[in-house]
Structures are given as structure tokens and as C-alpha cells.
């Protein structure tokens, strides 16, 4: 028996390859099928079945390509309704996969569909669940994304209470946990940053699944603080249910080099220009009203929270080399119009370039009570420690909240280390602010000066019975 994970950082994304006798399965594939088809094909193995563990949101699952191309069968949990052809299995239900086997445990809460596979191995030992976004390590999957239900967030997590202790913690401690996500996910909360585990060690460390917890507890302590998903996520989860272009035809329209004229005739048409060279290369110099959005970080997540159209025509100003890796990472949540990349890069612009000013923290530990300091990390980031007199305006909402700035204002921008404030400089110049001020190195640096910071120390006390 073998279980691989293949694990995506930029997405905290873990697939799963499970292969027994010539015979394998695939759990929460990604978009692309290739790397799955070559692992079987190397091991001489077939893709009997795809597993999913509920209609993804944060991603575009690659099972209904890799069903198309392998003859596979895609498998979900009761209650799934996909709309292509798909084994919707029962509660309890087995599937075969060599000598070892697959058990559908349904784990709604999540999800109505969310469902866990039990891998029972070729002694009949219950040896590992697929938990997907049921059960992470240190957390438990949030329970506010299902699609279009009358149920509330109350409700649902009120079903993954019982799915946790009826169907998980009742099985063996020794059990391996591979969860569908790690940390960084926006599906979660407090994720580790492991991803392998096991039952008896959640059972000790994650507070959701403490033995003494009611379920009112459970659902006031899953609920609470559950930032707004990324606007993306709905849309994702009908692509999972729906269907989708081939991954292959995606890539095929994006992977195109585009003359000059070719790539003005398509901005003058609509197309957004998504620059994703590194932020560093971006402030140098950069065509204007482009989108910065650095393939060296976290790409897929801020294109699916700051480009609000899924639909939005896109060309790209991409590093050589990379222009295939970019259109595949945008198809990976579901932005799959993607129309080329300007053929020699940005040294084939014959127009003015725009730059963004740059200041070393540093510089600036004299002056900083003068200045309109933007803090754009996550609340937690804020909340934890952030600058005397800043203020903050978290990028993963900034479209929303564009009018509590003011384009009359100069701001100093700064994230943790520099990423997010280019990308932030970038999107409120496409939105016609002028007077912007990029600090080098973020919170990374600031932390190194003698501006005054505030902290918060925020304890919580966990009342057992």
C-alpha cells in the first residue's frame, strides 16, 4: 500500500495518492491532472476512483478532468448532488482499491456532503481518515460555506459536533489524520502547520475536540470570529459542483504570447493587466493601471480575493519561464480566462511606466508621528502588535472599504514583510490614488526601529465544566 500526500503550498492544499495492487485512488485532486496521471503511470498503476471529500470552495478540483481522462469514477458523500456523473455512495459504503479499502463516513458540518474516508489496510486495520475540511490539525473545517441551504452557521456547526464525536473520535487513537488543508487556509482559524497527524494528538491539542466541551460550547467556540470568506469561494464551489472548461483548453487560450498590439487591443477591450513578477521588479517600473500580484507568494488567494469578476478577461506581464505556471495557478481558483502574456515582457512596453516610492523603515523613525501610516495585514497581525497612530485597512477587504480612504491623503503602506503592501499600492492606484508611499520590508523591519508599537496580550480562559 501506498499514501502520498502532495501537498500545494500556496494554496495549503493536500491531495492525496493512494494505490494498493495496481490500483489507485486519488483524494481532493488539484486542477491540473498530470502529475496524478504520471505518478500512476510510473508505478503501473490505474486511477480507479476520485474521491472528494465535499464541493471544494478555496479551489477548483481537478476531478472532473481526471475522471474524462482516466475512466475513473468520481466518488462523494451522501447528499452530494454534482451535476456530471459522479457515485453519490451512502453512509458506510466501501470501495475497493487493490486489497485495501475505502469507507465513506458522512461528517456533514462543514458541509451537508462533507464526508471523511476511513483507509482500511490490507490486514483490515482501520489505519487513516481523509478528513478534508471536516477535522484539521488544531482546528475543525469553519461551517458558514455551504451552498445555497437554509441552514445557519449555528446549524451546521451543530452537525459537525455530532459528526466529530459520533464518526471521528470514536475510532482508534493510533489513526492517522490527513486533512484536506493546513495552515494558511482560510477554511480554518488556528491550523497547524503540520499536516499529518494523528487522532489521539488532536484529541489533546485541538480545542474542538475536548471531551468535556458541550455542543453549545462547541458552536459558540467554532462560530466565533469567523472572518467573512474570500468573495471567491462561492464561486469556486459551484464550479466543483457544476463543472467546468477543461483544464487543458484553459491552458491553451492562456499560454499564448501576445504581440504589443495585440496586448493593448485586448486591455482597450476589457482585459485587466495582472502583473506578477516580484514586488521589487513591480515598484521599479510598471505598466500603468496593472494589478501586482507576485507569483512568489501566495498568488492563487489574492487573485480569488481581489478580482472580484471570475469571469475577468486577464493578460499578463510574467516573468520568462513562468507564463504556463501563472495560468495554472489562476485556473486554480476558477480564473480561467486568461487571454496571454506580453511576448518579451516589460521590456517590450513602448509607453510610460509608473513606479512605486519606496521608504526604509528606518527613514521614516523620526518622522513616523507626521505621517498616515496604512496597515494592511489580517486582524490577528493587527491585533497581535501594529504601529502607534497606524491605521488599519486589511487588504483581503480593501474593495470593499475603498471610501474609508481618502485620495487627498498621502499614506506609508506597510504589510508583515512587503508583499501585500505592492499589491495594496497597486490596486488603490488602479482606484486613482496618487499619494502613496510603499515602506520597505513591512512590520519585518519596523519591528527593528524605535517606533512605538502596541501590543495586545489576549488570553483566554477555557471554563471545563
Known amino acids: 500500500m501506498i499514501v502520498e500526500q502532495l501537498y500545494t503550498n500556496c494554496l495549503a492544499e493536500a491531495a492525496y495518492y493512494i494505490e494498493s495492487n495496481g490500483e489507485a485512488a486519488i483524494i481532493d485532486p488539484l486542477r491540473e491532472t498530470a502529475p496524478y496521471i504520471k505518478m500512476a503511470a510510473n508505478n503501473g498503476a490505474t486511477i480507479k476512483y476520485v474521491f472528494e471529500t465535499h464541493f471544494h470552495a478555496d479551489f477548483v478540483s481537478g476531478h472532473v478532468d481526471l475522471a474524462q481522462k482516466t475512466g475513473a469514477a468520481i466518488v462523494y458523500g451522501p447528499k452530494a448532488n454534482p451535476g456530471y456523473d459522479a457515485i453519490v455512495a451512502e453512509d458506510?459504503?466501501?470501495?475497493?482499491?487493490?486489497?485495501v479499502t475505502i469507507k465513506v463516513l458522512h461528517t456533514p458540518g462543514h458541509t451537508q456532503e462533507s464526508s471523511t474516508f476511513l483507509l482500511i489496510d490490507e490486514e483490515g486495520n482501520e489505519t487513516a481518515i481523509f478528513t478534508g475540511d471536516t477535522l484539521f490539525l488544531g482546528d475543525v473545517g469553519r461551517p458558514d460555506l455551504a451552498i445555497k441551504t437554509d441552514l445557519t452557521k449555528e446549524d451546521l456547526a451543530g452537525m459537525l459536533y455530532d459528526s466529530l464525536r459520533n464518526r471521528i473520535m470514536t475510532l482508534p487513537d493510533s489513526i492517522t489524520i490527513y486533512p484536506g488543508h493546513g495552515a494558511g487556509s482560510s477554511c480554518g482559524k488556528n491550523m497547524s502547520t503540520e499536516t499529518v497527524g494523528t487522532l489521539g494528538e488532536q484529541k489533546q491539542t485541538n480545542y474542538a475536540l475536548r471531551e468535556d466541551m458541550t455542543k453549545e460550547e462547541f458552536i459558540k467556540e467554532v462560530t466565533d470570529g469567523i472572518l467573512p470568506p474570500p468573495q471567491y469561494f462561492p464561486k469556486n464551489a459551484v464550479m466543483n459542483k457544476m463543472g467546468y472548461d477543461s483544464f487543458d483548453e484553459v491552458i491553451a487560450k492562456g499560454n499564448r504570447a501576445l504581440s504589443l498590439d495585440e496586448f493593448k487591443s485586448e486591455v482597450e477591450n476589457g482585459a485587466l493587466i495582472l502583473d506578477v513578477r516580484n514586488e521589487f521588479d513591480f515598484a521599479a517600473g510598471f505598466i500603468p493601471n496593472s494589478l501586482f500580484i507576485g507569483l512568489n507568494g501566495t498568488f492563487a488567494m489574492w487573485v480569488g480575493a481581489l478580482i472580484e469578476d471570475i469571469d475577468q478577461k486577464i493578460v499578463l506581464v510574467v516573468p520568462e519561464g513562468k507564463e504556463e505556471e501563472a495560468v495554472t495557478r489562476l485556473s486554480r481558483v476558477g480564473y480561467d480566462n486568461t487571454l496571454g502574456y506580453l511576448k518579451g515582457g516589460l521590456a517590450s512596453w513602448d509607453g510610460t511606466l509608473n513606479t512605486i516610492e519606496s521608504v526604509t523603515a528606518k527613514s521614516i523613525?523620526?518622522?513616523?508621528?507626521d505621517l498616515n501610516i496604512v496597515d494592511v495585514r489580517k486582524p490577528g497581525e493587527w491585533?497581535?502588535?501594529?504601529?502607534?497612530?497606524?491605521?488599519?485597512?486589511?487588504?483581503?477587504?480593501?474593495?470593499?472599504?475603498?471610501?474609508?480612504?481618502?485620495?487627498n491623503t498621502h499614506y506609508h503602506v506597510h504589510c508583515a514583510g512587503g508583499y501585500r503592501s505592492v499589491i495594496t499600492i497597486s490596486l488603490l492606484m488602479q482606484n486613482g490614488f496618487t499619494k502613496l508611499t510603499n515602506i520597505l520590508g513591512g512590520m519585518d523591519e519596523i519591528l527593528k526601529t524605535d517606533i512605538p508599537k502596541t501590543d495586545f496580550v489576549c488570553a483566554t480562559e477555557v471554563k471545563r465544566g
Open 92 to 99: 458506510n459504503q466501501e470501495f475497493k482499491i487493490g486489497a
Open 365 to 369: 523613525e523620526a518622522t513616523h508621528g
Open 383 to 407: 491585533e497581535a502588535e501594529h504601529v502607534d497612530g497606524a491605521s488599519h485597512h486589511p487588504l483581503d477587504y480593501l474593495n470593499d472599504n475603498m471610501d474609508d480612504l481618502d485620495k
